[in-house]
């Protein structure tokens, strides 16, 4: 009991960062109808950059403030390079391809420039061994800062989206990009804005995971990114609630099947739920279904 | 320029080129070094393998970033079989190409249910978890690998008794990639090839004239999986060793980036890309170093610098009709379709298709309410209303798109309420769009030719091997095809890309598919919108065709002077109801109609 009780709290923890993954592709998704496949490797990067500024004789905090400025910056970078130029381009091909190699890139840049090899990364928040006993079930502390840091900032970006000015931008931006330039909202900015957020959330996701497993390398988002993915597609897409809920019922999930079954078996899961939510219910357990214009 | 591309795609066309080139690889193998020959090999399983990401992504339109996974299928289940079963290499070949298939098959029908970022992200994941099997599993030999494998260098590969050495399987894949692109030509340029572009473009209008999307999205994915799997299958006896790490993303990317760069939907494009990439990292230090930069920094700018890739650069693209169909005598030219002449008057006919009580609601909107409607041969009724009035969603729901919410559909005698739109195509009710949808890299031939498809019999394995049967049925189609475009006044741009015409153009091609189609209902959706004067004339002379021909035909339009010169009989919707039936002269006079269109209450109507 206790040790399924361990499972689903360690579920729920890494669940609410899948849930960071997923909020940073919706941002995206709602502002252009596109999703940024280089979302795993700015993931990496925040993650390498810290490291490597840490090495090089720095505060960690400055290294993750280095590291959140740039994957925002090489988001929006993204939108200009990858994106927009080729919007004109019918079928899903163009945008599809090229945020891929944005990712790439980054992914061949960092393992030519910071080695293949994994890098270890210092716990900043607690160490691993700290625990809290709640009922005498351990709590990692490590794990419960990160399920306060991500679920604290998924409420904050659902105040934002309901409550500013901005967010209300973003929403139309979202229903209907044309439209929302016609009434004068600055499209441009906004989408702009969204990507460098994406990023933004795509670095603290990256850096909280980097904290769990205590090593990043070159290769470290594509699993992530596809778990983000699916936590999003559980809940449904664009749905900030529907991405919390996805993320921690794939986080649960995951962690029961390692536990009980096999950790081998714990990577099939992301994708067999895929498989059967795309099946069963296609727009989500909080989506709402769309009709095709014809 | 132009004149290079058509020179250079006279030249690589000529099918004794390709007999020359086989010729001089199979002797010039014997006389060159082992390390060329083994690069040789590689260059045979990176041609199968963008040749195969080709068939799905760039002809039928379904991206995959997943494809290392059909490679590792191939290879695993050959090396399992043959090192840990003792299965003869041959037939261990055929299961493996038999199981990627499958796999492939299988993954269709959940990735058949989605598009784009969907897709994209399934076969990642795909990809993703083959790499994860492969790793973890025993019987694939986990992060170890599977070693000792029966290949040529092990000197250990015997089939039926006979010592297979470098050169020898050189041959065999040789041999084996000759085939498979001769077989794909065939394929690609038969009714099958064009079906799977007509999906790419749009499934909706795929569906429209007959071809069943779920059918070739599960025939694209088996194909192309059965490809990468018969090259998995050959990599694991040409390196005799099999670890995951030879089936990572890296390896969906190289594919990609293969095809992409090459020329995605052309027969030649991946085979250059295959050859490129297989010859920069071997040859060029530097670009081995930076191999996954620059294949980074190529997905990123391709689409700017070189969309088609170089095969779009330097020739022509890909036709899409057996070339010898369209070789044929003048004499042999198109003769027109006899046309069968009704005795009866047209209103005395029984109707072709009725609709009794028809009503579609989106989510408490309601677009029709109780509309019923009697279409009889050699009749042309039009379909009038303000916008919103449910004219499209008529079309929609008759057409299979939407399922009515209540109310019947008898076509033929038949209810097809709720069939599917291909079904529906296929039992002869053809439908226009508001906006045309064309293959837009098929030339006008092609589209129209693509009209024909619910009449094509040929399975795929005819088309493939080019049995004479499928010839004389693509022979007919053309010079039906033919036939068609004099009638519409497209003789002269027949050979050219529908892209690259005027609007009015694709107007009159959409409307020619729907009569090549030789259907039994049309269903037209505003055709005459947007046409010139000239090409008004002519959209008229087609569908007085239609009518001559004895279908029944349905014309949503809101030109009147076009409507009023054609058509027999009209029907006014307003808010999915039926205000007016009967003759055009009562519809201008009719109170109800004079209030829809001006917003004028009818007490106010003198």
Redesign the interface.
């Given at each position: 009991m206790i040790f399924a009780a361990q499972l689903v709290f360690a579920g729920i923890c890494v669940g609410a960062v899948y849930a960071l993954i997923a909020l940073g592709l919706n941002l995206t998704f709602w502002a252009t109808r596109t999703m940024n496949f280089a979302q795993g490797s700015l993931m990496m990067l925040c993650a390498v950059i810290a490291v490597g500024v840490l090495s090089g004789g720095f505060n960690i905090y400055l290294g993750l403030f280095a590291g959140l400025a740039l994957t925002g910056i090489i988001a929006a970078a993204t939108e200009a390079i990858a994106i927009r130029p080729i919007a004109h381009l019918t079928g899903s091909m163009g945008w599809v391809v090229t945020t891929l190699g944005v990712g790439i890139f980054l992914q061949g840049f960092v393992s030519k420039f910071f080695g293949s090899q994994a890098l270890a990364f210092p716990s900043f928040l607690f160490s691993a061994r700290d625990y809290v006993s709640v009922f005498g079930i351990r709590l990692s502390a490590q794990y419960m800062i990160i399920l306060a840091i991500a679920v604290l900032l998924v409420l904050l970006f659902e105040l934002f989206l309901k409550r500013t000015a901005w967010g209300r931008a973003l929403q139309a931006v979202a229903a209907d990009q044309d439209l929302a330039a016609v009434m004068g909202i600055p499209v441009r900015v906004v989408v702009t804005l969204s990507f460098i957020a994406s990023g933004v959330l795509a670095g603290v996701a990256g850096v909280l995971v980097a904290q769990i497993t205590g090593t990043v390398d070159a290769a470290f988002g594509f699993n992530l990114l596809i778990s983000g993915f699916v936590a999003a597609v559980i809940g449904g897409m664009g749905s900030t609630w529907g991405a919390l809920l996805g993320g921690i019922f794939l986080g649960i999930m995951e962690k029961l099947v390692g536990g009980y079954i096999s950790t081998a078996a714990e990577q099939g899961i992301a994708f067999a739920l895929l498989m059967v939510m795309l099946a069963v219910r296609p727009e989500g357990l909080l989506g709402e279904k769309e009709f095709v214009k014809v | 320029m132009n004149t290079f591309r058509r020179l250079m795609g006279r030249v690589l066309g000529q099918s004794l080129l390709a007999l020359a080139i086989v010729v001089a690889l199979w002797f010039g193998a014997g006389l060159t070094d082992r390390g060329t020959v083994q690069l040789l090999s590689f260059l045979m399983l990176n041609i199968l393998l963008a040749q195969s990401i080709n068939l799905l992504?760039g002809i039928a339109?379904q991206?995959s970033?997943g494809h290392a996974g059909f490679f590792a299928v191939g290879a695993y289940v050959a090396g399992v079989l043959t090192k840990t079963h003792g299965v003869a290499v041959p037939l261990a070949m055929v299961i493996a190409i038999a199981a990627s298939a499958l796999i492939g098959w299988l993954l269709a029908i959940?990735a058949g249910?989605?598009?784009?970022?969907?897709?994209?992200?399934?076969t990642?994941?795909?990809g993703?978890?083959c790499f994860?099997?492969a790793k973890?599993?025993s019987v694939t030999g986990g992060v170890v690998g599977l070693s000792g494998i029966a290949s040529p260098t092990l000197r250990s590969l015997q089939v039926f008794g006979w010592m297979v050495d470098t050169v020898d399987l050189f041959r065999v894949m040789l041999v084996a990639t000759a085939i498979v692109l001769v077989l794909m030509r065939n394929f690609v340029q038969s009714h099958h090839g064009r079906s799977f572009f007509a999906v790419?473009a749009s499934e909706?209008a795929a569906g429209s004239i007959g071809i069943a999307r779920g059918q070739v999205k599960r025939r694209a994915y088996a194909i192309s999986g059965a490809m990468a799997g018969l090259a998995g299958a050959l990599y694991a006896h040409l390196v005799g060793y099999l670890g995951p790490d030879s089936f990572?993303?890296t390896r969906s990317?190289e594919v990609?980036v293969m095809a992409?760069v090459g020329g995605?939907g052309t027969i030649i494009g991946p085979i250059l890309g295959a050859a490129l990439f297989t010859w920069l990292p071997e040859r060029l230090q530097i670009f081995a170093?930076?191999?996954?930069?620059?294949?980074?920094?190529?997905?990123?700018?391709?689409?700017?610098v070189m969309?088609r890739g170089i095969a779009g650069a330097i020739t022509e693209p890909t036709r899409f009709i057996a070339p010898r169909a369209m070789k044929r005598r003048p004499d042999d030219a198109g003769k027109p379709v006899t046309l069968q002449a009704e005795s009866n008057a047209p209103q005395n006919r029984p109707a072709l298709l009725e609709v009794h009580d028809l009503g579609r609601n989106?989510?408490g909107l309601v677009a029709l309410d109780g509309v019923s409607l009697a279409l009889r041969p050699g009749q042309i009724t039009a379909l009038i209303g303000p916008n919103g009035s449910g004219k499209?969603t008529l079309v929609?729901v008759v057409s299979g798109?939407?399922d009515p919410s209540r109310g019947r559909i008898v076509l033929g005698g038949d209810d097809i309420g709720g069939e599917a739109d291909h079904a529906i195509a296929r039992r002869g009710l053809i439908r226009t769009?508001q906006d045309p949808r064309l293959v837009?890299c098929f030339t006008v031939r092609e589209n129209i030719l693509l009209g024909g498809q619910r009449h094509f019999r040929s399975s795929m394995l005819a088309a493939a091997l080019h049995f004479p049967s499928t010839l004389r049925e693509e022979i007919a189609m053309v010079r039906r095809a033919e036939y068609v475009m004099e009638l519409a006044g497209l003789g002269a741009v027949a050979d050219q890309p529908i892209e690259s015409l005027p609007y009015g153009y694709r107007r009159l091609v959409e409307v020619g598919r729907a009569i090549m189609a030789d259907p039994v209902v049309v269903l037209l959706d505003e055709p005459a919108a947007g046409l010139s004067e000239a090409e008004l004339g002519r959209l008229a002379a087609m569908i007085r065709y239609l009518r001559d021909a004895g279908k029944a035909v349905l014309l949503i339009e809101h030109h009147m002077d076009f409507v009023n010169d054609i058509v027999d009989d009209v029907v006014v919707l307003d808010s999915g109801r039926e205000i007016y039936r009967g003759h055009m002269q009562g519809m201008r006079a009719n109170p109800a109609v004079r209030a829809a269109y001006l917003g004028v209450s009818q007490d106010c109507h003198a």
């Open positions: - | 992504t339109g991206i970033l959940p249910r989605v598009r784009e970022i969907y897709l994209a992200m399934m990642t994941g795909f993703l978890l994860e099997i973890e599993w790419q909706i990572t993303i990317v990609l992409i995605m170093e930076y191999q996954f930069m620059v294949y980074g920094l190529i997905l990123m700018l391709i689409f700017l969309r989106f989510a499209s929609n798109i939407y769009f837009p």
